[in-house]
């Protein structure tokens, strides 16, 4: 019998964690709440979490550093952050640092349960595709490893965060084929959700500024006006060789 999933919360509001980890268990995962940001630090630290549920106000160590110490360590963990700060800044800061999702409070506990339960799966099947794929990936120009989760452009190591390595990943598995911001979110994030399109935008733009000579002026993610992005190839049969296209006017 496969193990449960071990689920760390690390929030302040003992009332929200209590709904949460009581739905959380309702799913079968096993869930450790703490309170306190430098107590979260230390359990994240021991290791084995499957996932992390950030709040990011705490008293002791914030959120966001224990986001990016969490992205300092060896093993990936998906990270989804959960805060009164509604604002785009901290949004934006937030995703930046890793995290893999972010829920504005007040929030439906329901959705963040099926954000976890979406986030879970993706991972799951990113892993499996890392080990069917047994060595890089070359494309357009640009060299992805999934087993070591490194890229390159034309031989230059580039930093990504997981998000934008998993939303290059996929574009980089079918080369020339167009998709909407739904079918990224979908695909990509693991859940479909009106009014999160804009997060597409924000990491198709960063993932330009990583990989593109001119982000202005983009050869490889391209957008096809009306009806979404695709990864540009001089041919889907001769993935090696860099595209040329322009966007579309």
């Known amino acids: 019998m496969d193990q449960p999933k071990r689920i760390l919360i690390v929030e302040d509001d003992v009332d929200i964690a209590n709904v949460l980890s009581l739905h959380l268990r309702d799913e079968r995962y096993e869930v450790v709440h703490s309170a306190d940001g430098n107590e979260g630090l230390r359990l994240l630290e021991q290791g084995g979490w499957d996932a992390l549920i950030l709040d990011l106000m705490l008293p002791g160590v ?80 640009l060299t992805i490893d999934p087993l070591t989760r490194e890229a390159a452009v034309d031989g230059k190591p580039i930093e990504l965060t997981p998000r934008e390595f998993d939303l290059l990943y996929f574009f980089a598995q079918h080369p020339g084929k167009v998709f909407s911001r739904m079918d990224l979110l979908n695909a990509v994030w693991g859940y479909q959700h009106e009014g999160y399109e804009h997060t597409v935008n924000t990491h198709i733009n960063r993932l330009r500024a990583k990989i593109e000579t001119d982000p202005a002026q983009p050869e490889r993610i391209l957008t096809v006006w009306g009806r979404g992005y695709k990864l540009a190839v001089a041919g889907a049969d001769a993935p090696a060789q860099a595209a040329t296209h322009k966007d579309a006017p």
């Open 62 to 141: 914030d959120g966001l550093e224990i986001c990016r110490r969490a992205r300092a360590m060896t093993r990936y963990t998906p990270i989804i952050i959960t805060s009164a700060r509604s604002s785009e800044v901290h949004r934006i800061l937030g995703l930046e640092l890793g995290a893999d999702d972010y829920l504005a409070k007040p929030f439906s506990v329901l959705e963040l349960v099926a954000r976890v339960k979406a986030l879970l799966r993706r991972v799951e099947a990113l892993a499996k595709d890392s080990r069917i794929d047994a060595g890089s990936l070359q494309i357009a120009g």
